[in-house]
């Protein structure tokens, strides 16, 4: 799965996208974020705050406990702030 | 009509509102949004530069308007998005709509802007005139006034 990052998570964690290979059992957006934080301290840094934490899937907003089926990208990224 | 659009130059507001003039409704409402200068506690911003998700946004804008369209009778719709670095007093977003009545195109205009605000992926990172520069934090007041138009 191709993982994408705005804003300030971008900037916390260096980089504007990564594939990542996450295992069977992980089911969905939470399930990733668990595994990303088990990378260490850039990453346990960068999501630190869950609660300001936004998902999309292929383009669409989701939610954590999004089951993450077949999608192709994961965004990751702080509220959003146009407008 | 509909012209959804991210611009990364100078947006001319009455220029991107001329074409909703010519649609034959009676309403014409618009909504434009300046970058300011004193968005955090000291008044020292110089510039907006705008974020976005390129391969999400339009197809989220493109979502916003068609929902528009689904709740009131629209003859058109503009709504342009600046990206990258807008100076303070210059647009960052235009959204118009025309109908044949006022309550159709100001009601369509409120609640394109106030959805995009927290549907749209779009990030602000102010510029200060030290040099610095810091992301925007989102409001949960803007959570409220998109929540209020419902599902």
């Known amino acids: 799965m191709h993982i994408v990052y705005f804003a300030s998570i971008r900037e916390a964690i260096g980089l504007d996208g990564e594939q990542a290979d996450f295992p069977e059992n992980a089911a969905t957006i939470a399930n990733c974020v668990a595994h990303l934080l088990a990378r260490g301290s850039v990453y346990q840094a960068a999501l630190a705050d869950r609660s300001k934490l936004r998902f999309a899937l292929d383009g669409h907003m989701a939610t954590e406990d999004a089951p993450i089926s077949g999608a192709q990208e994961l965004a990751i990224f702080p509220p959003v702030t146009g407008g | ?151």
Not at chain 2, 50 to 77: I, K, N, S
């Open chain 2, 1 to 151: 009509m509909i012209i959804v659009r991210v611009e990364p130059g100078p947006l001319d507001a009455a220029a991107e509102l001329s074409v909703l003039a010519e649609l034959g409704g009676g309403a014409l409402a618009s909504f434009t949004g300046i970058a300011r200068s004193d968005t955090n506690d000291h008044g020292n911003v110089t510039a907006i530069e705008l974020e976005h998700y390129p391969a999400m946004t339009l197809p989220a804008l493109d979502a916003l308007v068609q929902d528009a369209f689904a709740r009131w009778p629209l003859l058109g719709c503009v709504l342009v998005h600046r990206t990258g670095l807008v100076p303070v007093n210059q647009a960052i977003v235009v959204v118009g709509t025309a109908s044949l009545h006022r309550a159709a195109a100001l009601e369509s205009t409120a609640f394109l802007i106030d959805r995009l605000k927290t549907g749209a992926p779009f990030w602000k990172k102010e510029h200060r005139s030290g040099g610095s520069a810091h992301w925007v934090e989102a409001r949960s007041s803007d959570d409220a006034a998109a929540d209020k138009w419902g599902q």
